[in-house]
């Protein structure tokens, strides 16, 4: 059964629309987080198939992804009448914005709205003359955030909002502990998985086929971790900034340690890794996944633990991933976008001045400080350390390079220059 019927079968009504229409509603009580609404659904009704799947899925993003576009549809089927839509409407104008289904099929559904002016949309947004509203509509964001897109990055703002609202790619990074990338490649093959190598990282690996990654046998051995080519491209900048022997790195905000281990298998398990955060249940994930993927170097310790004072002024390189607002993974977590409030934004800002300044005490007097976030926004990419001064990035990987992933000064990647996630790196060193 392909996407039409299955459409069609929505349309009708059944439990197959009453399970999108229920996850819709517990989606937008609180914006959590899609994958774990159907990750839950999933779990529970055994009864879908991986198509059916696959549909709701792509049902449930398109709804959190579309939403203003949608609703405006909808104003533009009441014959411009602002009404509070109702979920089915909403459900049956995405069918007909992503051409599964066509006005008439629509119109049996819910008749008393006109399915062809719905379709009609984009002429209508493509006429607002305000570029900010105009980028709002087309993407389906909020105002405030439009605002921050268009002021901070001009006429590159659509193109950059557009790639943030396309599916992200599933990238996976070669573990060099276990083997090279080309060697991944061939083993997931021989498992049914066709992929591509990354365009800027050699670790980076493309999967063409979508499945469940974790249930590999490659997986397991602990020959590839899921992560961005952007993330693992800023695990490859703290290793440039590392002296060749033997070096300290410190990883302040490390989360579950994707960079972590990114950063170890890059050295080869030399030199020595601490990584730390404030959520032990993290920590503890990160212990795991070192474990399967034979990092030996790297030593998790929780942020307040007192065995952080002797590394007071011997760091060689501090990597501050800092919290933010995640604008940057927007392809991944959509229902960030309506989760956030703008003054989240100077709430953020005094919070990543406080850790930097902290984690700027680790750095030793020769040391360089890593100052990250995955946003795309310019606010949050401020921040600097009192006594520090920036390291050009075409000092790191010379003048292509640095042109290529930045401006030459800092390291900057996007949806829709580079085709990762949007991440923000400045290299900080002591005046």
């Known amino acids: 059964m392909d996407d039409r019927q299955l459409a069609a079968q929505l349309l009708a009504g059944g439990r197959l629309r009453a399970l999108v229409l229920e996850l819709w509603q517990r989606t937008r009580m609180d914006w959590g987080f899609v994958t774990d609404r159907l990750a839950q659904a999933f779990r529970k009704e055994k009864w879908l198939g991986a198509h059916e799947r696959r549909l709701v899925g792509e049902l449930l993003y398109g709804m959190v992804r579309q939403l203003r576009r949608i609703d405006l549809a909808l104003t533009l089927a009441r014959g411009g009448r602002a009404q509070a839509p109702r979920d089915l409407e909403r459900l049956v104008a995405l069918l007909v914005l992503d051409g599964l289904v066509d006005a008439a099929q629509a119109a049996a559904a819910v008749p008393e709205l006109d399915w062809r002016a719905a379709a009609g949309v984009d002429a209508a947004i493509a006429r607002e003359r305000s570029p900010v509203a105009r980028l709002a509509l087309a993407c389906s964001l909020p105002d405030w955030l439009a605002a921050r897109l268009v002021a901070d990055w001009g006429d590159e703002a659509e193109p950059l909002a557009r790639a943030l609202d396309q599916r992200a790619p599933m990238t996976v990074r070669a573990n060099l502990l276990v083997g090279d990338r080309a060697a991944l490649a061939a083993e997931l093959v021989a498992e049914g998985l066709a992929s591509h190598p990354g365009a800027w990282c050699d670790t980076a690996l493309v999967l063409d086929t979508r499945t469940n990654l974790f249930s590999t046998a490659a997986f397991q051995r602990g020959a590839f971790e899921a992560q961005d080519e952007g993330s693992q491209l800023l695990a490859d900048l703290v290793v440039a900034c590392a002296p060749r022997d033997k070096p300290l790195i410190v990883d302040y905000c490390a989360g579950a340690g994707g960079k972590t281990l990114a950063i170890a298998a890059r050295r080869g398990n030399r030199g020595r890794i601490v990584a730390t955060d404030i959520d032990e249940a993290k920590l503890e994930e990160l212990r795991r996944r070192a474990r399967r993927a034979t990092v030996s170097n790297a030593r998790a310790l929780h942020v307040d633990a007192r065995e952080l004072d002797p590394l007071r002024g011997k760091a060689d390189v501090v990597l501050v991933d800092a919290p933010c607002s995640g604008t940057g993974a927007l392809r991944r977590n959509p229902e960030a976008r309506w989760r956030l409030r ?32 995955c946003s795309v926004i310019a606010s949050e990419n401020a921040a600097t350390a009192d006594g520090f001064r920036t390291v050009p990035l075409r000092e790191l990987w010379g003048e292509a390079r640095a042109g290529q992933l930045g401006d030459g000064e800092i390291f900057t990647v996007t949806p829709h220059r580079h085709g990762t996630d949007g991440f923000f790196a400045r290299v900080l060193q002591r005046a």
């Open 342 to 373: 703008e003054s989240d934004l100077t709430e953020l800002a005094a919070r990543q001045r406080a850790i930097l300044a902290q984690a700027a005490q680790l750095c030793a007097p020769t040391g360089r400080v890593v100052y990250a976030t």
